[in-house]
């Protein structure tokens, strides 16, 4: 979508109006939309407040300068300067093209009164604060202007001017835009509400599976000539107990050892040093839970003189221990809740 941009030409009314004319014709020839001070009264001070509301309606603002200050308001301000000052106020981008001093110009065109020179000679030095052109000639200002113009569509890119038919095209497209994102956004919150789902009932068939299978530990003490039998426990209660200790890893015997001594609770002084629980015993168990993506097997790389073997937890073996430690933390806090509410009844009675 290409917009048109609105440019607004100032100079001086009789002395430049070939040049002003030419600006125009440029302007007009890369397809945008020029507005001259032809349009007002320069002497007109009704016709101000008209003036300004073009100027807040323009994109580009150009002055054309040479040897005349032109007419001055009661201020004593002339109307070009004001316009000038007033799109700067505006924050409006501003192509100042003034006349090379070297070039010779006609009398009849240029300021005699000493006043009107040093204020025509200020004006020129406040538009040279901002990048300007000098021009010294009507050819020369036409090229010169026309390729500031370029410059400022790429450098100062404005809102312009565009057809309607154009607008709505643009609006529609932005609105299948924001609905395909909307849509997206949706299909993006289902599936992953449906994941959610998945997991959670995932989770609830792993603790469900747990709790209902059972297994009775044996356990060889220090001195002892035989296995004897240990606590039977869920597999719920030894993975809640154990999945802690394997959330970086742990080689196999010492798994056996831990069972031994925190979940069959024996002081690990009474056990005896090598596998106080069978070897089939403990694998079986990590095997339990491997079927149910809980454990896996370490893939962290050791040395080679290292022969044991490594079991962690996996990505669901973390999610349920995670998922188990939020519904303890979570029961604690209800109890405590609890016990606070019947202290705060004991305190009104």
């Not at 040049?19 to 007002?40: C, N, S």
């Not at 004001?82 to 001093?101: M, V």
């Not at 998945?198 to 000539?225: F, P």
Request: proline share 3%; hydrophobic share 40%; with cysteine.
């Amino acid at each position: 979508m290409s917009p048109k941009y609105q440019i607004f030409v100032s100079s001086t009314y009789t002395d430049l109006k070939q040049e002003r004319d030419l600006i125009i014709k440029a302007m007009l020839e890369m397809g945008h939309i020029p507005v001259g001070m032809e349009m007002f009264s320069a002497a007109d001070e009704e016709q101000w407040e008209i003036i300004k509301k073009q100027i807040d309606q323009t994109d580009y603002y150009i002055i054309i300068i040479a040897h005349r200050y032109g007419s001055c308001t009661a201020d004593g301000i002339s109307y070009t300067e004001k316009e000038y000052d007033y799109a700067i106020s505006r924050g409006i981008p501003t192509l100042g093209f003034i006349i090379d001093e070297t070039i010779s110009w006609p009398r009849e065109k240029s300021e005699k009164r000493e006043d009107s020179i040093a204020k025509l000679n200020a004006f020129k030095e406040k538009v040279r604060l901002k990048p300007v052109s000098f021009w010294r000639n009507q050819d020369d200002l036409y090229g010169r202007c026309s390729i500031a113009m370029m410059k400022a569509f790429n450098a100062y890119p404005r809102e312009g001017w565009v057809r309607v038919s154009q607008v709505q095209d643009a609006t529609a497209s932005k609105e299948v835009i924001r609905l395909s994102s909307e849509n997206a956004a949706l299909r993006e919150r289902v599936a992953q509400f449906e994941q959610n789902s998945a997991e959670r009932e995932s989770t609830d068939r792993a603790i469900a599976i747990l709790r209902a299978n059972k297994t009775r530990l044996s356990i060889w003490k220090k001195g002892g000539t035989t296995w004897e039998a240990g606590p039977e426990l869920t597999l719920y209660q030894i993975f809640e107990i154990l999945a802690p200790e394997l959330q970086v890893e742990l080689d196999l015997e010492s798994i056996a050892r831990f069972l031994a001594g925190h979940i069959a609770k024996i002081p690990i002084s009474q056990l005896r040093e090598t596998w106080p629980t069978p070897r089939n015993q403990v694998r079986s168990i990590l095997a339990d839970f491997a079927a149910l993506n809980c454990v896996v097997p370490s893939k962290r790389k050791k040395m080679a003189s290292d022969t044991n073997e490594y079991w962690c937890l996996g990505r669901f073996g973390i999610e349920l221990l995670a998922h188990m430690r939020r519904r303890r933390l979570e029961k604690i806090e209800s109890l405590i809740k609890v016990q606070r509410d019947g202290n705060n009844d004991d305190k009104d009675m």
